[in-house]
């Protein structure tokens, strides 16, 4: 038998620290700057700023046909060429975030665009603040419409997060790699690190799953 | 050998890392088409250990990450004694996960077919097989470009994973440019631009692709959708998303 156990359980401890520390740590943070700059986004397009809004129009079409590793190698390689210097893991989480935003944008739009018209005529004959029709009326119905998508999408971040390293980022695969490395035994700890991925990602989609249905039936 | 390389002295590397992309690209492609069909296939089957084995494949290829899955095949695989081409290592990683999320866009496309049509091919007394191939693929096979249209571009962009296991593709040349102390703005500037046109190409592609299959049904705006520059522009919220 190839397989080693002490040798799996001595890894363990290394990978899963690894995992919480940095793959984690890039899936919250980078969520939630997708989550924040995509409603940016989404809000700049639907109200047709003028400049802006084309402007971003195209940032999203070639953000999102482009791969991430340039991206991020972007972040990480040409910018200290201009003075400004990230850690891996901030180029990382800035990379993720706006390459997701660009996704929730399509995802927002949809969203408010399921808000029944109605909703923004009466807020209209309210004569009521913009200010307020969008972020007391619209975006909470909104927000409903697509939590299950924005939840499917931070999963599929999750599942990228393996590219943060590759601008040496020590999140878990590289984490695995490097333990492998050192014993030249790659097999457990690569092993362990897809079976951690499976054990995040797989109950976690289940739950979305179980979410979009009960949100569909109300 | 000193000397700082321009992007003009890296024309002929980029053309060679550009043919690598595209094969790649291309054989993961075949790939994740004929795994797509055949785990799409055998996921709807009412055989328990056919749909239960294609479902395991399944989850187990779209949970575990790509490069995870990459990197198992490049180091771990020769330690049980098989190894692979690190071409070949590329194509299996990038067929399987994406694969593994196309026979999703394949048993949602077949299920979205209504029922109606399935029953009326019955009723008409069709075997299985030419129910499937006469009458409900044609119409899923519309439901599925759109969608995979997103997947093949997933994939594109995927690829640049592989100058990790040494292959020298676009991305490969890119770094090697940077390490010979190149203009990394420039570099990178032109490698964004190659992604974007072969993503550009794939779009235009199954667009093109779409309007020939819908205008096999009789439905359809014409050739002109084929210059639309989103995949399915009807796609509703998170339909291309791949969990």
Redesign the interface.
Known sequence: M?WDWEYALESLPVLLTAFVQFTLVATVLGTLLAAALGLVFAIIRQLRIPVLAPLITVFI??V???????QL??LF??LP?FGVTLAPLTAGVIGLGVHYACYYT??YR??ID?VPTAQWEAAAALSLHPRYTWFDIVLPQAMR??L??LG??A??MF?????L??ITVTEL?RS??TI?GDTL???EP??L???I??AA??PT?LA?RRLERRLQTA | MSEIPTLLDWTGNLWQGLGLTVLLTTLGALLMLLLSVVLGLASRSHRTWLRGGARVVI??F????????L??LF??LP??GIRFDPLLVGVVALGLNYGAYGSEVVRGSLNAVPATQWEAATALSFSPWQRLRRVVWPQAVVLMIPPFNNLL?QL??????VF?ISLLDL?AM??AF?NAGGE??AI?GV??AI??AL??AMTFCLNVLEAAVKARLGRGDGWREALW?RPGAAS???AE???
Not at chain 2, 156 to 161: A, G, I, Q, V
């Open positions: 190839l079409e070639i999102r046909s482009t791969p991430l590793l340039i190698f972007i390689y040409v060429g399509d995802v949809a969203g399921a419409n697509v299950p998508s499917n999408y999963i599929a599942k990228e997060t393996p590219y390293a590759l695969v695995a790699r492998g035994d790659y097999l690569l092993t690190a897809g079976l991925f499976l990602s797989y989609a979305l | 989850e187990f779209r949970g575990t990450s790509l490069l995870v899955q990197w198992w180091y771990a330690l049980l571009i594109l962009k995927s690829t640049p994973l990790s991305t890119g770094e940077r990394t703005l990178y490698l964004l992604y974007l993503a550009y520059v509703t919220p998170g998303v791949t969990v």
